[in-house]
């Protein structure tokens, strides 16, 4: 079936550090990639996507490229920030299905001053 | 962006009553809608899909008597719980797209049942 596998949480990082927050999917077709962020009692934000292959996704920072060989999609940030302590959640859609977006299961990160 | 609001924010309600969250797409127009549900530290679980001027489709395990969906209008979606029990207490998430779009989410309402 489809599904994403993200790492899990919590990461807990200093201010500054170098951010990876990995993320495999399993699908059948040919699907988009997505991260979304949630902070705290809020909805989800999309941050960035990729729709094809060696496609790079980049947002505030964030980056993350399209890997079809390693059917991968890690997000990465050179320089983070307490103002980036989130749930990032990575995604993908099959567009030629049902249009569902299929979450993996989020990964709380928290940044120290 | 496209912007989505949700209504109201958060409730609280005694249980056995019905509770109505408004979704609306603010600035495009939403032909179909998404109504998720997260519980605590988790992932969004999807409830149901509805598509504007038809009924919606619920996801397996949903109870579509329990969890309304009404999808009148192509900026306004609505979800109503009825008889609300403190099992449904839960942070419920809509989306928005227009056409085969990317989908735009809510702030999200969080309900507490007594």
């Known amino acids: 079936g489809n599904s994403v596998t993200q790492m899990e949480g919590p990461v807990t990082l200093s201010e500054e550090a170098f951010l990876t927050i990995n993320c495999t999917y399993t699908?059948?077709?040919?699907?988009?990639l997505f991260w979304y962020v949630q902070y705290p009692g809020e909805g989800l934000q999309l941050l960035l996507k990729?729709?094809?292959?060696?496609d790079k996704g980049s947002n505030k920072g964030f980056e993350a490229t399209y890997r079809k060989e390693t059917t991968s999609f890690h997000l990465e940030k050179g320089s983070v920030q307490v103002s980036d302590s989130a749930v990032y959640f990575c995604a993908l859609i099959l567009m030629n299905r049902d249009d569902k977006i299929i979450f993996g299961k989020g990964t709380r990160l928290h940044i120290l001053p | 962006g496209a912007v989505v609001s949700q209504h109201p924010s958060w409730v609280i309600c005694k249980s056995g009553t019905s509770v109505k969250i408004e979704c609306r797409s603010l600035d495009f127009q939403a032909t179909t809608m998404f109504w998720y549900r997260q519980f605590p530290k988790q992932s969004l679980m999807l409830m149901a899909t509805s598509n504007e001027g038809s009924k919606a489709t619920y996801e397996q395990g949903v109870e579509k008597d329990k969890f309304l969906i009404n999808h009148a209008s192509l900026t306004l979606s609505t979800l109503t719980v009825t008889s609300a029990h403190p099992e449904d207490s839960s942070f419920y998430i809509c989306?928005?797209?227009?056409?085969?779009?990317?989908?735009?989410f809510g702030p999200g309402t969080r309900l507490t049942v007594l």
């Open positions: 990729a729709t094809k292959a060696d």
């Open positions: 699908a059948t077709g040919y699907p988009s």
């Open positions: 989306s928005a797209r227009e056409g085969r779009g990317t989908q735009y």
